[in-house]
C-alpha cells in the first residue's frame, strides 16, 4: 500500500521560508501525481500544489504562485514544497496526497483524485 510521511513543519516568522518534505514508502512515488494540500483552522481543505508524473507538469493555487515551489528528487523518492514569502494567511496542516493513476497528469490542485494521504505536518506562520 502506497504510504506517504511529510515533514518540516514548524513556526516561521512572515517573510520566511520553509521546505516540506513528503517521502514515499512501498512504492516509486515519482511515477504517480503527487500533491500538497493545507487546512487553516476552521476552514476547508484546499489544493496547493501538484507534479504530475507523466510530464513533470506542475500546477498552483492562486493564492501560492510565484511564492512555493514544487518539485521532485526520485533518487530520494521524495516531493518537496519549497514555501518562500510565507505569510499568516499560509499558517495551515499541510498535506501530501498521491494519485495512484500510474504515469499520468495532475488535475490542477484538485482533491478528487488523489487516493493516499499522509497525516500532515503544522505550519505555522506568526510573529
Known amino acids: 500500500q502506497m504510504q506517504v510521511v511529510e515533514s518540516g513543519g514548524g513556526l516561521v516568522k512572515p517573510g520566511g521560508s520553509l521546505r516540506l518534505s513528503c517521502a514515499g514508502s512501498?512504492?516509486?512515488?515519482?511515477?504517480?501525481?503527487t500533491g500538497w494540500f493545507r487546512q487553516a483552522p476552521g476552514k476547508k481543505r484546499e489544493g496547493v500544489a501538484c507534479?504530475?508524473?507523466?510530464?513533470?507538469?506542475?500546477y498552483y493555487a492562486e493564492s501560492v504562485k510565484g511564492r512555493f515551489t514544487i518539485s521532485r528528487d526520485n533518487a530520494k523518492n521524495t516531493v518537496y514544497l519549497q514555501m518562500n514569502s510565507l505569510k499568516p494567511e499560509d499558517t495551515a496542516i499541510y498535506f501530501c496526497?498521491?494519485?495512484?493513476?500510474?504515469?499520468?497528469?495532475?488535475?490542477?490542485?484538485?482533491?478528487?483524485?488523489?487516493?493516499?494521504w499522509g497525516k500532515g505536518t503544522l505550519v505555522t506562520v506568526s510573529i
Open positions: 512501498g512504492f516509486t512515488l515519482g511515477y504517480y501525481p
Open positions: 496526497a498521491v494519485d495512484d493513476v500510474f504515469r499520468s497528469k495532475c488535475h490542477g490542485v484538485e482533491q478528487f483524485a488523489m487516493d493516499y
Open positions: 507534479i504530475s508524473s507523466s510530464d513533470g507538469s506542475t
